[in-house]
């Protein structure tokens, strides 16, 4: 949704048309998430070769986070 807004604003001032701002936008979302269904396997595999290259001691880790009530679902407020 917020692709279709950024695109209407940046390049919406009567030099394009609705459809081709229109066909810019989904292409741009269509491309968005292409990439995004492309690059999720890698992002399993990089967080497999972290737990693979941390060993025994990422179970330590996540099992010392969550004794402190931390989650990995949760996000860690910085400070």
């Known amino acids: 949704m ?3 807004v950024v695109i209407y604003i940046a390049l ?3 030099k394009l ?3 081709e701002l229109n066909q810019i936008s989904t ?3 269509l ?6 269904i492309a690059i999720t ?3 399993y595999v990089a967080h497999s070769l972290i ?3 941390l060993g025994p001691m990422a179970k330590t880790m996540i099992q010392e986070a969550l004794e ?3 989650s990995d679902v949760e996000p860690i407020s910085p400070g």
């Open 31 to 36: 491309y968005k998430c292409g990439v995004a």
């Open 17 to 19: 048309s609705f459809q």
């Open 12 to 14: 919406g001032g009567g």
């Open 2 to 4: 917020d692709s279709f």
């Open 41 to 43: 396997p890698l992002i």
């Open 68 to 70: 402190q009530g931390r």
């Open 27 to 29: 292409n741009n979302f």
């Open 51 to 53: 737990d693979w290259y």
